[in-house]
C-alpha cells in the first residue's frame, strides 16, 4: 500500500524528515532565534519607515521596507540581516542557490504574518512550505 501525503508521521524533532540533525550547524531554527531574528529585521525596517518618511502611511512603507530587505539578503548573504546576527541561514529543501524567487515569495507571505505563524512538525512555516525552504543554524 502506498503512502500519501497526509499519512506522513510527524517528525520526532524539527527536521528529521528532511534529513536534517537533531541539534547543532544545519539543525532546524528554533522559535528563539526566529523570534529574536524577526525583531531586528522589523526594527531595521522601521527605520527608513518612521525616522524618514513617517506620516500617516508609515506603516504601509515599514512592511514594504521589511519585505525589500528580506527580498534583497536572503539570496545575497543567505538570510536577512536579523538571520544572519542570530546565526541562521535560509536554504532551498532542493539545495543550490536559492534564486530569487524563492525570497520572494516568502517574503510577500511573512508580510501577510499568518503562513509564519502555521507551522509543520519540521518547524517550518506555510512561507518556507510554499518557497521549499527552511530556516537552519549556520
Known amino acids: 500500500m502506498s503512502q500519501s501525503f497526509g499519512d506522513l508521521a510527524p517528525s520526532v524533532y524539527p527536521g528529521e524528515r528532511l534529513g536534517l540533525p537533531e541539534s547543532g550547524p544545519r539543525s532546524v531554527a ?5 523570534l ?12 527608513p519607515a518612521y525616522l524618514l518618511i513617517g506620516g500617516p502611511n508609515a506603516m504601509w512603507w ?9 527580498i534583497i539578503f536572503i539570496p545575497t548573504i543567505g538570510g536577512s540581516l536579523g538571520h544572519r546576527i542570530v546565526g541562521l541561514h535560509v536554504v532551498p529543501i532542493a539545495g543550490g542557490w536559492i534564486g530569487l524567487w524563492r525570497p520572494i515569495v516568502r517574503s510577500l507571505l511573512v508580510t501577510l504574518v499568518i503562513p509564519a505563524l502555521v507551522w509543520d512538525s519540521d518547524q517550518r512555516g506555510f512561507h518556507d512550505k510554499i518557497a521549499g525552504t527552511v530556516l537552519i543554524r549556520a
Do not use: K, N, T, Y
Not at 528554533?30 to 526566529?34: L, N
Open 36 to 47: 529574536i531574528a524577526v525583531c531586528i529585521d522589523w526594527a531595521l525596517a522601521s527605520l
Open 30 to 34: 528554533r522559535v528563539g532565534r526566529r
Open 62 to 70: 515599514h512592511l514594504l521596507a521589511f519585505a525589500a530587505l528580506q
